[in-house]
């Protein structure tokens, strides 16, 4: 099934309940491209975890977030 990005954004909204993304969102689908975007730069190395000993991971936990990672602080936007 296809959704528009604005569907999308809703059930993604719905199913995270996030109300707010970073303050450049003028709306849900401009929020789940900047959420996007951050994920993605991630996932390709664009922006790297420091690992310092906080990061998510198998042993301290994949909901373990380091404040001065910037790969974790992408992750804390989403996902408050
Ligand atoms: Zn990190």
């Given at each position: 099934?296809?959704?528009s990005l604005e569907a999308?954004?809703?059930?993604?909204?719905?199913?995270?309940?996030?109300?707010?993304?970073?303050?450049?969102c003028d709306g849900l689908a401009a929020c789940l491209n900047a959420a996007t975007d951050g994920?993605?730069?991630i996932a390709t190395g664009q922006v790297l975890h420091v690992y310092r000993g906080l990061c998510?991971?198998?042993?301290?936990?994949f909901d373990s977030r380091d404040p001065d990672c910037?790969?974790?602080?992408?992750?804390?936007?989403?996902?408050p």
């Open positions: 099934m296809r959704y999308a954004a809703k059930l993604l909204h719905e199913a995270t309940g996030i109300t707010e993304m970073p303050e450049n994920l993605v730069k998510p991971d198998a042993v301290t936990g910037p790969a974790c602080q992408i992750l804390q936007e989403i996902q």
